[in-house]
């Protein structure tokens, strides 16, 4: 299950994160040695444990179907908690990034790209470009997470180890994955192999020439 993180001075569903986080938390508790063929709630009990009630609480509790957190019994009114609940359950709570620190890790991830390209040559992949998107192409002095788009392709057999065994493809992602989350647990890596698909707006903050 990934680890979730949720920011301070954000809402999320109505509330802020550590209320959300209480909430959640309160389900957890009303389900603790329940099996799980039998771990279902009222929509009543989800709207006192979320404090919400009336309208109010029917609409949080069709939000949090429509977004994957329950699915409902369509015969009645009950519901089952998701692993995309479990991670709200359990989510940290931090302070959101400062800009001036998104840059700084922006810039550290270029020297790892570089690095990456230049010292790895058991990793059957070298990264063509890093482009960091999403809230960092914003003007928010405050961020919420520090997407980084990668675009890799076949390291050149002249950049490969003439020595010892190569990594496959999927280990040499998985290990580059890991180095850029290793960065911030604000970063988040997406991964692609064609331009075309790094979403848009980017800023390129390194590419191989």
């Known amino acids: 299950m990934r680890v979730r993180t949720l920011v301070t001075h954000r809402e999320y569903y109505g509330m802020d994160a550590m209320a959300l986080r209480a909430a959640t938390g309160?389900?957890?508790?009303?389900?603790?040695?329940?099996?799980?063929?039998?771990?279902?709630?009222?929509?009543r009990n989800l709207r006192h444990d979320f404090a919400v009630h009336g309208s109010k609480g029917s609409r949080l509790v069709g939000e949090l179907v429509a977004d994957g957190?329950?699915?409902?019994?369509?015969?009645?009114?009950?519901?089952?908690?998701?692993?995309?609940?479990?991670?709200?359950?359990?989510?940290?709570?931090?302070?959101?990034?400062?800009?001036?620190?998104?840059?700084?890790?922006?810039?550290?991830?270029?020297?790892l790209a570089q690095r990456i390209n230049t010292d790895w040559t058991r990793n059957p992949l070298q990264i063509e470009m890093l482009a960091p998107f999403g809230s960092f192409m914003s003007r928010d002095p405050e961020l919420d997470e520090l997407s980084l788009g990668i675009l890799v392709v076949?390291?050149?057999w002249n950049r490969r180890t003439r020595w010892g065994r190569m990594q496959s493809t999927a280990d040499g992602a998985h290990q580059m994955r890991d180095a850029f989350r290793a960065l911030s647990s604000f970063v988040?890596?997406?991964?692609v192999n064609e331009p075309g698909q790094l979403p848009r707006p980017f800023a390129v903050a390194f590419q191989e020439l």
């Open 26 to 43: 309160r389900v957890l508790a009303r389900l603790a040695g329940v099996a799980p063929e039998e771990a279902q709630l009222s929509g």
């Open 69 to 111: 957190l329950l699915e409902a019994d369509e015969t009645r009114d009950e519901y089952r908690i998701t692993g995309r609940f479990l991670e709200f359950a359990t989510a940290r709570v931090v302070d959101p990034l400062p800009r001036e620190r998104a840059r700084s890790i922006v810039a550290r991830a270029a020297a």
């Open 154 to 156: 076949s390291r050149p």
């Open 188 to 191: 988040q890596v997406k991964m």
